[in-house]
């Protein structure tokens, strides 16, 4: 296998090939504290909604060993953190949250620390159907990227039904690079329409996933594309390429890759903060 073959792992799934990794995993991240005017003092947390499946199956047959990316779930928590918040994370089953830990940033401390710090948590989520339907006790939710983003969560209705919730109480909505594609479980709510009809959203392109497999990121053409879904349930896509930038359209927060967890995560602190207030 050459550097641009995916790797194959002693599990039957694949790896990115040593030349994606060389290109598109970091030993540091952009990660930089930030001072927040106003910090939350009270108890509402972060719901932090993750991928409890990172296989993720090619249309050749091939199992892409996703999850979670790090980078994308831990730097926007720092700020949240920051911010004042604690947190909640859910899985769709109530299994352990799965994270892409050949992407960890290795020389990354606050990253790595803050994983090691809410590993205990990941490792024991609720599971969707488990959390309080209205979102009582929450500031907001936030639905980190990784291609594992795309396995299950965009399937669960339980989940379409908190996003129903949040959408219903103008809370705060985060997702970032892969995550938007999980808000299309707010489409598996029967009888209820697609709440983020007519919504604008960023997220990683078809473009470059159409592309990665050529690089051995992935082990094969993805089954399905994230734009492409999320326009056709009716969400205008903005991205055109991965720059790292971050939109709000209302209450959704929206990010279209890794470069963009910085800014994503201070501009949503910010933002949590403030619908935190308003909840009392």
Not at 166 to 193: F, M, S
Not at 213 to 221: C, D, E, I
Not at 234 to 243: H, I, P, W
Request: aromatic fraction near 8%.
């Amino acid at each position: 296998m050459g550097c641009l073959s995916s790797k194959l792992t002693a599990d039957g799934t694949y790896e990115p090939s040593s030349f994606a990794m060389a290109i598109a995993v970091k030993q540091t991240t952009d990660f930089s504290a930030v001072k927040f005017d106003r910090v939350y003092a009270g108890q509402q947390k972060v719901l932090v909604v993750c991928t409890d499946d990172g296989r993720f199956e090619m249309k050749n047959g091939k199992v892409f060993n996703s999850g979670n990316h790090p980078v994308e779930l831990l730097v926007p928590l720092l700020h949240f953190k920051a911010a004042g918040f604690g947190f909640e994370f859910a899985t769709a089953t109530g299994k352990p949250v799965v994270v892409e830990m050949w992407a960890m940033p290795s020389k990354d401390a606050a990253v790595k620390d803050l994983y090691d710090e809410l590993k205990p948590l990941m490792e024991k989520p609720t599971a969707l159907d488990q959390v309080e339907p209205t979102l009582k006790g929450f500031a907001g939710l936030y639905i980190p990227g990784g291609h594992g983003a795309m396995v299950n969560l965009p399937l669960s209705p339980a989940l379409g039904r908190l996003l129903h919730a949040a959408h219903k109480a103008e809370l705060p909505t985060i997702a970032d690079c892969h995550g938007p594609a999980a808000l299309l479980a707010a489409a598996k709510v029967e009888g209820a329409p697609f709440c983020y009809e007519g919504y604008s959203v960023m997220s990683f392109t078809d473009a470059t996933d159409k592309m990665t497999p050529k690089l051995g990121y992935l082990p094969g053409p993805m089954p399905w594309l994230q734009q492409a879904a999320l326009k056709k349930a009716g969400m205008l896509t903005l991205s055109k390429a991965e720059k790292g930038l971050v939109h709000v359209d209302r209450e959704l927060v929206s990010g279209d890759s890794v470069g963009a967890a910085q800014k994503l995560g201070v501009l949503a602190a910010n933002m949590l903060v403030e619908a935190a207030a308003k909840r009392g």
